[in-house]
């Protein structure tokens, strides 16, 4: 059973910081492409940042400058460094990767986490 497991969302202010994380675990064969995604009410899910596992990156044009995906492989982590918060940045945020699970060695799959609300106050 492979699970994502998301974690350090919270309130802050306008301006602050918050660093997230997202823990996988399970019957792991391989990480491919991890990221982070964010919906707040209303809106659509989007892509905030995405890191493949050479670690290239990729950034919402939005969070460019201000947020920071990396990845522990050996761990099997990602985090997103957030700075610079702005009341729009408030959603609830969660990771995704693709996974190549022990019981589907042939395939991988997109497993997601549960969510971590990120309240940005102004």
Known sequence: QVQLVESGGGLVQAGGSLRLSCA???SILSINTMAWYRQAPGKQRELVAR???TGTTNYE???KGRFTISR???KKMVYLQMNSLKPEDTAVYY???EI???ST???TRAYWGQGTQVTVSS
Do not use: E, K, Y
Request: glycine share 4%; hydrophobic share 40%; net charge negative.
């Open 95 to 97: 990771c995704t990767a």
């Open 105 to 107: 060695p042939f395939t």
């Open 24 to 26: 996988a675990s399970g």
């Open 51 to 53: 890191i493949t596992s």
């Open 100 to 102: 190549q699970a022990l």
């Open 72 to 74: 522990d492989n050996a």
């Open 61 to 63: 044009d939005s969070v």
